[in-house]
């Protein structure tokens, strides 16, 4: 394979130096390592449910002006997913990692000057998380692609791992941000003092990123792949006209958009309640002072966990010939409880607690078995492609339903009594969301993917 002007010219100097150092084997050991760490600083902005009493209290902020920016990170994120697919495959993930650090750096640099100082326009704000959740897609999706290529026979490897580690990046996070020195001077975090920290952090994990592409990048050297086993087997030698093929009955296949649908309704949802779930929280029990990390926490690690298990099982049935569909009925059911606990959580906080488990199992658990069903049923050689169109649905989604929230929150929730049931019209319709996308799901599979005998 060769190397396209920019992969050349960004990886120049790092294979220069790692080449005459380091023995070919070590140096995929790394990569693989640093794509990992790269999935774990990819997903900081998925701890967004603690931003929200700060900018409420010190920005003053609405629940609109909050969503608004949710979702401007949303379709930043999930909008963009195909043309980086297109930008890797041309020019290899280094591409990703640089476009990630020029998103992540200045963004968040801007964003603790506003806190700071105040802003001059509410639209710079928009524009500047739009950049973070295009920077968080740009390096969780090169760490995904880097494993998905490493290892396409093994989902754990391949699938589980990365999104598993960008899982602990909320949990990690969370911990974290709990330690005085975040909060100095204030009753709720120092947002300043946050988003500064995160700017620094994003320019070394966006150092190392360098390294491990630039890795990568020596991989694909046809002198290199000559010497050793190859790090990118079989698809990378895909045919161009093999590729259009495959994209063509993509496209064809009225499957592509019932699991588009499914995306849309399901982790559209979620997203909605990852943003809106410390709000809801203090709407149960204002006076907690710990809810919003509480229920956060519960969130984060369980949907952490769900990922690791979800992978294993994959792999699991995989092996024994037994569909892994199950595992996305699972979810959908997880997901679904979670909202109908939400719908009667009134005052209780051991319920709000249940419900932010439930919907970050089903949150972690989608994650993985989407990826792992995409790649199965439409295979490597196009997985970044159909898996980044998917990635659409929920960036809209989640609009949609952050937009319907904010302003059931803003017209019904402001001075009322303790209690969340001035949000439940928004969780009657996320929970039947999750009830048709599992219908959805379920027509799918027999209708489509055993009819044709796809092995998922």
Not at 114 to 125: K, L
Not at 183 to 205: D, I, M, P
Request: charged share 10%.
């Amino acid at each position: 394979m060769t190397l396209s002007s920019i992969e050349h010219w960004l990886t120049l100097h790092i294979r220069s130096c790692l080449h005459t150092r380091f023995h070919i084997s070590t140096l995929r050991k790394v990569a693989f390592l640093i794509a990992l760490i790269s999935c774990v600083a990819s997903g900081l902005i998925t701890i967004i449910s603690l931003f929200t009493k700060p900018w409420r209290d010190h920005m003053h902020y609405t629940a609109l002006q909050i969503n608004l920016i949710s979702s401007a990170v949303n379709l930043g994120g999930y909008l963009t997913p195909p043309l980086l697919g297109i930008l890797s495959d041309s020019h290899g993930p280094v591409i990703l990692s640089w476009l990630a650090v020029v998103g992540f750096v200045p963004s968040y640099a801007y964003s603790s000057y506003v806190f700071e100082h105040g802003e001059a326009h509410f639209a710079f704000t928009l524009v500047a998380f739009c950049a973070i959740g295009v920077s968080t897609s740009a390096l969780f999706f090169s760490g995904l692609l880097t494993c998905a290529k490493l290892f396409p026979k093994y989902k754990f490897l391949s699938i589980s791992c990365p999104t598993t580690f960008y899982g602990l990046s909320s949990l990690v996070g969370s911990e974290i941000l709990k330690r005085e020195w975040f909060s100095q001077g204030y009753e709720y975090l120092n947002l300043g003092r946050v988003f500064r920290t995160f700017a620094y952090f994003y320019a070394v994990v966006g150092t190392l990123t360098w390294i491990s592409t630039s890795i990568v990048a020596m991989l694909k050297l046809a002198a290199e792949q000559e010497e050793h086993r190859p790090l990118l087997p079989t698809e990378s030698n895909t045919s161009t006209k093999d590729y259009k093929e495959r994209i063509a009955q993509f496209v064809r296949d009225p499957s592509t958009y019932l699991t588009l649908l499914m995306f849309f309704l399901t982790i559209g949802a979620l997203e909605m309640f990852l943003t809106n779930m410390g709000s809801v929280a203090l709407l149960v029990s204002p006076n907690d002072r710990n809810i919003q990390d509480r229920v956060l926490s519960y969130y984060a690690l369980l949907s952490t966990c769900t990922r690791l298990l979800a992978g294993l099982a994959a792999d699991f049935l995989s092996q024994r010939k037994i569909s892994r569909i199950w595992i996305l009925y699972g979810c959908m059911l997880l997901g679904l409880s979670g909202q109908v606990l939400i719908l009667n959580v009134g005052t209780n906080k051991t319920q709000i607690s249940i419900a932010s488990a439930l919907s970050g199992a089903s949150y972690g658990g989608l994650f993985t078995i989407f990826p792992t069903l995409t790649l199965g049923i439409w295979g490597s050689s196009v997985f970044g492609t159909a898996y980044g169109c998917f990635m659409v649905a929920p960036a809209i989604a989640s609009t949609v339903f952050g937009i319907l929230y904010a302003r059931v929150y803003d017209t019904q929730c402001i001075g009322q009594y303790p209690g969340a049931q001035c949000v439940r019209p928004i969780f009657s319709l996320t929970a039947a969301s999750f009830l048709v996308a599992l219908a959805i799901s379920i027509s799918t599979y027999f209708g489509f993917w055993r009819r044709k005998n796809i092995e998922i």
